[in-house]
C-alpha cells in the first residue's frame, strides 16, 4: 500500500510503495490406482472409467488392459480432496454392483509411478484437467 514517508529535514515527502507478491505453492498432488482382481467384469471396469474418471471408451478399454495386465495402474493424478472423492465413487459403484473392484489413494512422489523402478504404469500423461480445483 503506498504511504508517504517524511525525509529528515521535514519539509518535502516521498512516495514509497511496498509490493506485495503472493506466490501460491503448487497443491499436492496423488495418485489414483487402478488394481485388478479377477472377478470384476471387464466391461464393468471400463464403465467406471468412462463415468468417474472421464476417459473415453477406447482410453478406459486400453487402461482397463494395462490394470488387467500388469496387476496395477495409475488412473489420475488429483488434489488430495478430488482423489479420495474419485476412490469413494469407485468403491460405491463396486459395492453396488457386489464386485471386489479396488481403487486407491498414493501421494505423488513424480517418479512416474512411486514402485520405485521408474517405469511408467500410466495409461496416458496422468493427468486430467477437468476435476482439478
Ligand atoms: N481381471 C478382470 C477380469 O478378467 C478385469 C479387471 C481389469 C478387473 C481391471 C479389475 O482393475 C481391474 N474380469
Avoid at 32 to 44: G, I
Avoid at 123 to 131: F, L, N
Amino acid at each position: 500500500m503506498p504511504h508517504f514517508e517524511d525525509d529528515q529535514q521535514g519539509d518535502s515527502k516521498v512516495l514509497t510503495k511496498t509490493k506485495t507478491r503472493t506466490r501460491l505453492a503448487r497443491p499436492r498432488l496423488y495418485k489414483v490406482l487402478l488394481h485388478n482382481d479377477d472377478f470384476t467384469p471387464r466391461e464393468f471396469v471400463v464403465v467406471v472409467l468412462q463415468h468417474v474418471f472421464h476417459f473415453t471408451e477406447s482410453d478406459a478399454s486400453r487402461l482397463m488392459l494395462y490394470v488387467h495386465k500388469n496387476g496395477v495402474g495409475v488412473v489420475g493424478l488429483y488434489p488430495f480432496s478430488v482423489a479420495e472423492t474419485k476412490v469413494a465413487e469407485v468403491g460405491s459403484l463396486a459395492q453396488q454392483a457386489e464386485v471386489p473392484l479396488l481403487c486407491t489413494i498414493e501421494p505423488d512422489t513424480g517418479d512416474g509411478d512411486g514402485d520405485g523402478d521408474d517405469d511408467d504404469s500410466r495409461g496416458d500423461d496422468g493427468r486430467h484437467g477437468d476435476d482439478v480445483n
